[in-house]
């Protein structure tokens, strides 16, 4: 690994303006250990449902590619997202669903870490563990620890702000990201 930056982008699972895994992924650049930015990719919400047919008369959407490109530009990849009824929001599994079918599949081999919060106190287990099992079929390397999940996460941030506030929880995220680093340096 050579002494540039490791370049992170970060996919957003939220559409909710308001959204407290906006804050969290907004949070991150802040929090990111010397020698890694942080960017967001492009907003999944415009992103139509996978269909085939719209795939072959009309091509990959824009935002698909675009987002598409960042992703194999960078070093690695951070989910950040809630969980909608035990799983993984729609929204994210269709943006997924996009990126899994361009070529030069832009996840295979890609390091990536995941982060759920939730307003319930498990913070979007389940979630997490069904964005692994897809990740495995995309051949992501998942890094396994320390898990993310900001379990009610309305309680740690300031909502009117925009911001997270927990210190604990700040602190965690600051452990993860440098263990993201470290995870990164390992398998590449």
């Not at 969290?24 to 960017?39: D, F, Q, S």
């Not at 951070?78 to 990126?99: C, F, H, Q, R």
């Not at 998942?142 to 702000?161: L, S, T």
């Not at 927990?166 to 470290?182: G, P, V």
């Amino acid at each position: 690994m050579s002494d540039q930056a490791l370049n992170i982008v970060t996919l957003l699972g939220s559409l909710r303006k308001g959204s407290y895994n906006a804050i969290v992924a907004n949070a991150l650049p802040k929090l990111a250990p010397p020698g890694m930015t942080i960017e967001a990719l492009p907003s999944i919400r415009d992103i139509p449902l996978y269909d085939a047919d719209l795939q072959q008369e009309e091509g990959f959407p824009a935002t698909v590619e675009a987002m598409a490109e960042k992703i194999r530009q960078a070093d690695g990849v951070i989910i950040v997202t809630p969980e909608y009824n035990y799983s993984v929001p729609g929204g994210l599994k269709n943006a997924i669903d996009w990126i899994s079918r361009l070529p030069n599949q832009p996840l295979a081999g890609k390091p990536l870490a995941i982060q759920t919060s939730s307003m319930g106190p498990i913070g979007g287990a389940r979630c997490q563990y069904h964005l692994r099992q897809i990740m495995v079929f995309l051949d992501a390397m998942v890094m396994n620890r320390p898990e993310f999940m900001g379990g009610v996460i309305q309680n740690k941030v300031d909502e009117q702000a925009g911001e997270l506030t927990d210190q604990a929880t700040l602190e965690f995220i600051r452990s993860q990201l440098a263990a993201f680093r470290d995870y990164i340096a390992q398998v590449r």
